[in-house]
Nanobody, 117 residues
Framework: QVQVVESGGGLVHPGGSLRLSCTAS????????MGWYRQAPGKQRELVAT???????NYGDSVKGRFTISRDNAKSTVYLQMDSLQPEDTALYFC???????????WGQGTQVIVSS
């Protein structure tokens, strides 16, 4: 029912930056948790970052200090600012939004990030 759409992926050089956006539609309530996950070929999906309705954040170890998650509740949108990108960051990035923390969440289709020289 809830639609989740990501955007902002693309091809960047090592050391470059990208900002991903994810907008949820079909809901009028503030989403409890919004977050980003990624999956690279041959690897398990991993947590990138999450943010709660009270702006509490959680980051995966591999992106701490380089990525920043933020949200705009009025727009039901979550952002992921990715700086100092490295080839290891290459992956399909998925957005997940949860009406409540216990909810499994709604997933977007993913946006591809490729970091290559």
């Amino acid at each position: 029912q809830v639609q989740v759409v990501e955007s902002g992926g693309g091809l960047v050089h090592p050391g470059g930056s990208l900002r991903l956006s994810c907008t949820a539609s079909g809901t009028s309530r503030t989403l409890s948790v919004m977050g980003w996950y990624r999956q690279a070929p041959g690897k398990q999906r991993e947590l990138v970052a999450t943010i709660t309705s009270r702006d509490s954040t959680n980051y995966g170890d591999s992106v701490k200090g380089r990525f920043t998650i933020s949200r705009d509740n009025a727009k039901s949108t979550v952002y992921l600012q990715m700086d100092s990108l490295q080839p290891e960051d290459t992956a399909l990035y998925f957005c997940n939004v949860k009406p409540q923390p216990w909810h499994p969440g709604y997933w977007g289709q993913g946006t591809q990030v490729i970091v290559s020289s």
